[in-house]
């Protein structure tokens, strides 16, 4: 199918952009880099008056670093976040998540924010986003507004963002090297949408002992999914498998999850013990 006719426009200019954005109101879309939106116009699953393309608006793009935050702009791509070397250096998470998204076509094209603003429960970025308790730059025409990334998920494909707000940024917090990050996700083969995915930090304290621990999970809910423990869950203890495993098991026993075509609720509910307890094991890999 094609998409239903749509006027296209790309402002070059900021101003440009806010007068697209109130001409067209619920009717316009914006586009970052269109792997998630041009499939829904293609099969009429959206059918916008206008798509309003940020590619021309460089204040959207780019990786820096401010204070304690990695700043990463809405539009620049996944493939640029996979490759960045100071990601690489500083939150190497980053990097493996995104690496995991699609094939690399679909990461030359898709854009970090992209994947943010779609809010696909069981897409990697919202998840990171949760588990690195990121926080989301939204600007309109007349403010600025951060969001935790924890308030910014509120359903399947649905967010906090208002009418007549873009995303601008995503800020990720430059971690110490007493936290721990971990990645694990199922999926039927590579570049496929994931059946169950993980995203872990582990806090230590100065003596080796598990401080506290972060989990964003994802394919598992209508959203992505925060589990944070403590030593009030756990006691003092090492990272070691019983923690492993008693960690997996409460997330198991707690998630309610989506069942459809491929898999069923139970065996979802398998999986998201699986990822959670690949993740804390593969930890020290990243």
Not at 108 to 133: C, K, Q, W, Y
Not at 197 to 207: H, I, N, Q
Request: one cysteine or more.
């Amino acid at each position: 199918m094609r998409p239903s006719l749509l006027n296209y426009s790309a402002p070059k200019k900021i101003d440009e952009l806010w007068s697209l954005i109130e001409q067209y109101g619920d009717e316009g879309k914006i586009l970052a880099g269109g792997q998630s939106l041009m499939p829904l116009l293609n099969l009429r699953l959206a059918a916008p008056k206008a798509v309003i393309d940020l590619r021309h608006l460089n204040v959207f793009s780019g990786i820096s670093l401010e204070e304690e935050f990695l700043r990463i702009g809405s539009t620049t791509t996944q493939h640029v976040v996979e490759k960045d070397e100071f990601v690489n250096r500083k939150m190497p998470i980053v990097a493996l998540a995104t690496s995991f998204i699609g094939h690399p076509q679909i990461r030359n094209r898709g854009t970090f924010g992209g994947s943010i603003a779609h809010a696909d429960p069981s897409s990697e970025l919202p998840a990171l986003a949760v588990a690195l308790n990121c926080k989301i730059l939204a600007i309109s025409k007349s403010e600025e507004r951060v969001i935790d990334a924890t308030d910014f998920f509120t359903g399947p494909y649905t967010t906090d963002l208002r009418a007549g707000e873009v995303l601008k940024e995503i800020r990720i917090p430059i971690a110490d090297p007493s936290i721990q990050f971990g990645f694990y996700e199922i999926a039927r083969c590579s570049g496929a949408f994931a059946m169950a995915g993980a995203v872990s930090a582990t806090r230590f304290s100065d003596d080796g002992l598990v401080d506290s621990i972060r989990i964003g999970l994802f394919g598992v809910g209508s959203k992505p999914l925060l589990f944070t423990f403590d030593v009030n869950t756990f006691g003092s203890d090492v990272l070691s498998p019983k923690l492993i495993s008693l960690i997996a098991g409460i997330v198991r026993d707690a998630v309610n999850p989506m069942e459809d075509a491929q898999v069923t609720a139970n065996q979802r509910r398998h999986y998201a013990s699986v990822v959670v307890e690949r993740s804390l094991q593969a930890g020290s890999l990243v």
